[in-house]
């Protein structure tokens, strides 16, 4: 690391159950073209506490080591924002690890744009059998980009109709938007990001948020991050009607914003409905397809509310051999 007394970037990294990971992701800072950085470690209350400060001792002298008890990803890193001491904060989950010009890039866009209040990047995926060292791992070729695109300038709207799609891996941000926003919301467990990233758009000023196509970080494709789960789908559907009962929205903005709260809801019933089948608990699966059916009329949604009303154990079977196929599907472009 740089002598100077301020680094140029506080590389904040929140650490809950990622032992087996974090070490890759440390190494990958250490080895950047761009040094001028501090890095800043929150063990969030992990259970493993002891595991993860042996596989930090050899960092010690490299890293800022905080720990507190659980609150969550965003409760993290509001820790390590305040404790940060550089103009720029780096976004780096554990279990991922960056290209050795990733902050190099990133500084010199937000040098570039200084109207950027963020810029956030592609990534590279690959498979949680890759295992916890880069070198080992088994790239997949997808990049996020190619399955949630960026085009033209990020907007509530954009985000919305998903023409733009900012993440938090390998993201950068400016520590004073951070704080003048007030931090991420520490009441959303997961999509905090999500909600970081419209509060930008509609602080007062309104914030701008860049981003690259060039691929700076790799994304590691945990077995829980393959799928949604219904508190990931509720805490989106929480995220959007947080921001229509706070903002200004413009007459287009809200448009957006009901659209996208229409379909998460769906994805949310969707989910609840499957479970219920799962647990044979046709009434309320009965209920949760009718209201999908209602909203977003499809055949295949038909099809299982017809099955749930008259055989519902064939609903049963024909929803397991869908899994089955999607977990095989998976499994052959992760291989």
């Known amino acids: 690391m740089a002598d100077q007394d301020v680094p140029e970037v506080s590389v904040i990294v929140p650490a809950y159950n990622v032992t087996q990971y974090i070490g890759a992701a440390l190494d990958s800072v250490l080895s ?3 040094q001028n950085f501090e890095i800043i470690v929150v063990n969030d209350g992990c259970p493993d506490t ?5 596989v930090l001792e050899p960092y010690l002298a490299r890293i800022r080591y905080i720990k507190q008890q659980n609150k969550g990803a965003a409760g993290a890193r509001n820790t390590a924002i305040q404790a940060a001491r550089a103009p720029l904060i780096y976004q780096l989950d554990p279990d991922d690890w960056v290209e050795p010009c990733a902050l190099a890039e990133q500084v010199r866009l937000m040098g570039e744009h200084p109207e950027y209040d963020a810029a ?4 590279f995926c690959f498979a949680e059998g890759a295992g916890a060292s880069p070198e080992r791992g088994k790239l997949d070729n997808t990049l996020v980009m190619d399955v949630y695109p960026s085009n033209g300038p990020v907007s509530l709207c954009s985000i919305m109709e998903g023409r733009t799609g900012p993440r938090n891996p390998g993201s950068i941000v400016r520590r004073e938007t951070l704080l003048r926003i007030g931090l991420y919301d520490e009441r959303f467990r997961c999509e905090e990001d999500l909600d970081l990233w419209l509060r930008i758009l509609k602080a007062d000023p309104p914030g701008q948020i860049g981003y690259t196509l060039q691929p700076l970080v790799h994304y590691r494709l945990r077995s829980d991050s393959l799928t949604m789960d219904t508190g990931h789908a509720q805490a989106l559907v929480d995220v959007l009607e947080k921001a229509r009962r706070n903002f200004k929205l413009t007459a287009e903005e809200r448009e957006c914003v009901e659209r996208r709260l ?3 809801r769906v994805y949310v019933e969707l989910i609840d409905g499957k479970r219920a089948i799962e647990e044979r608990r046709w ?3 009965i209920r949760s397809f009718e209201y999908c059916q209602r909203l977003r009329p499809e055949r295949k949604t038909q099809i299982v509310l017809s099955l749930l009303r008259i055989f519902p154990w064939a609903a049963f079977a024909a929803t397991r051999a869908w899994e089955y196929y999607l ?3 998976l499994q052959r472009k992760a291989s």
């Open 32 to 34: 950047q073209s761009f």
């Open 50 to 54: 002891e595991a993860l400060d042996r």
């Open 120 to 123: 956030y990047c592609n990534a």
């Open 262 to 264: 229409a379909s998460d």
């Open 283 to 285: 009434k309320d699966a």
């Open 327 to 329: 977990e095989k599907r």
